[in-house]
């Protein structure tokens, strides 16, 4: 019917309206998502690079040369062997002449003196035992004075301290106090024998042999090297020290004596022995304390064969000038000074130098090596020990602290964020 409503017309139908709510809901979704996510990331982000620890960095070091002093041009005596060491360094410095074991003569007492004191120490401000000499010991006197050996005064019954026996056996070389002593400490001249030969193996004193306690036999025989050594263990004895720098002794009812080193107290010299016999020479084993810069060395050597002591005494002077100038005192880093630096990922440099001075004493042109270990480092504080500088002069081993010159500071949190792939 014409005008009438169609019901039957359909009216297109559009998603519009329902889409445009998708869309809201899912643009919704993402921005709550997206937001969650940068908080996510940024609580985690920001610890962690805020709080990582910062990369370790190495240092840079310099090559440490320390150039060798003037080597040493020794004058050497006039004698058949003859050598020079010093306490602190090891073996035998300089030598010259012949290395096979000679005649020592006297210098044989300094050993008698060392394995008595063994057997029987004396305690530091006491006198030792007490030694009454018999009728064996004045018929030692006779025999030995029949071949025109040294002796002192002894009778029957005379009493005498260790000490004052070891001062008279040591100071004016007295041969029938040496034969004495060693008989009472071992029972026997045979019973000392033995036991210094088994002394001098213990302390390595393989070139020296003793028949007798007095330096009489020429089969008492020692080498430079060896004598050195033995002069060593002389000097770390503080009562044969003692009694070998003495420039003279008293003993009541015996005597007083000059010492027979006719060297001592002069140019330092400290003692330790002369001996003379016809098949040694003139023999002389002397220490002496030089001054080498700001330290004091003391110096043992040793002379065999001489012609006599009082030109011995003349060369053996002019040889020790010889060792005073060839001894040197090298300054081997100053405080402060630039050893390497540290330069770190946030543009910091800062310096590695030396804590302290260190200065050496080195014989002739001796090598002077070093070595440098050192830490890794982030942050620290000025000052911090980072490692050390080691001078190795022979045996010897002088170590230095590192410390930084100035603080490593954290670069803070602006670099921190900026720069996660160095942290990480």
């Known amino acids: 019917m014409a005008g009438a409503p169609n ?123 007490s030694l009454t000499f018999g009728p064996s ?63 001098l193996d213990r302390k390595g004193l393989t070139a020296t042999v003793l028949t007798d306690a007095t330096g009489m036999s020429p089969a008492n ?8 050594e033995l002069g060593k263990l002389a000097l770390a004895d503080p009562l044969v020290a003692e009694i070998v720098a003495s420039r003279s002794v008293s003993v009541p009812g015996v005597g007083t004596y000059d010492n027979r080193n006719r060297l001592l107290a002069v140019d330092g010299v400290t003692g330790i022995k002369t001996g003379t016999l016809d098949e040694a020479g003139a023999c002389l084993l002397f220490a002496a304390d030089i001054t080498v810069g700001s330290s004091t060395v003391t110096t043992v050597g040793v002379v065999l064969g001489g012609v006599d002591h009082a030109s011995l005494a003349l060369e053996a002077s002019a040889l020790l000038a010889d060792i005073r100038d060839g001894f040197h005192e090298v300054v081997l880093v100053e405080a402060g000074d ?47 020990d980072l490692g050390d500088l080691v001078f190795a002069v022979g045996d010897q081993s002088i170590a230095v602290d590192l410390v930084l010159s100035s603080a490593i500071d954290d670069p803070g949190p602006w670099w921190r964020l900026g720069n996660p792939f160095e942290l990480f």
């Open 137 to 199: 010991d004045v018929a030692i006197r006779q025999a030995l004075r029949a071949v025109n050996g040294v002796v002192a005064p002894m009778s029957n019954g005379m009493t005498l301290s260790q000490r004052a026996i070891m001062q008279v056996m040591l100071v004016e070389s007295a041969n029938n106090y040496a034969a004495s002593l060693a008989a009472w400490a071992f029972g026997s001249e045979a019973g000392f024998v033995e036991a210094a030969n088994a002394w």
């Open 7 to 129: 019901y039957d017309r359909r009216v297109p139908h559009t998603d519009s309206e329902p889409l445009s709510r998708r869309q809201t809901y899912l643009r919704r979704r993402i921005a709550v998502f997206t937001a969650l996510g940068v908080v996510l990331a940024t609580g985690f982000y920001l610890p962690l690079t805020l709080l990582a620890p910062l990369p370790a960095v190495s240092p840079t070091v310099q090559t440490l040369e320390i150039a060798p002093a003037a080597p040493a041009a020794l004058d050497w005596p006039t004698t058949t062997a003859s050598g020079v060491g010093a306490v602190g360094f090891d073996g035998v410095l300089a030598s010259t002449g012949s290395t096979e074991p000679l005649p020592i003569a006297s210098i044989t007492k300094i050993v008698t003196a060392l394995v008595v004191l063994e057997q029987h120490p004396i305690a530091p401000g006491t006198e030792g035992a």
């Open 221 to 228: 025989r020692s080498t430079p090297a060896d004598l050195i």
């Open 338 to 384: 630039p050893i390497g630096s540290y330069e770190t990922a946030w543009g910091s440099t800062v310096g590695l130098e030396a804590a302290t001075s260190a200065t050496t004493v080195v014989w002739s042109d001796a090598a002077v090596s070093t070595t440098i270990e050192t830490d890794d480092v982030r942050a620290a504080a000025g000052g911090t």
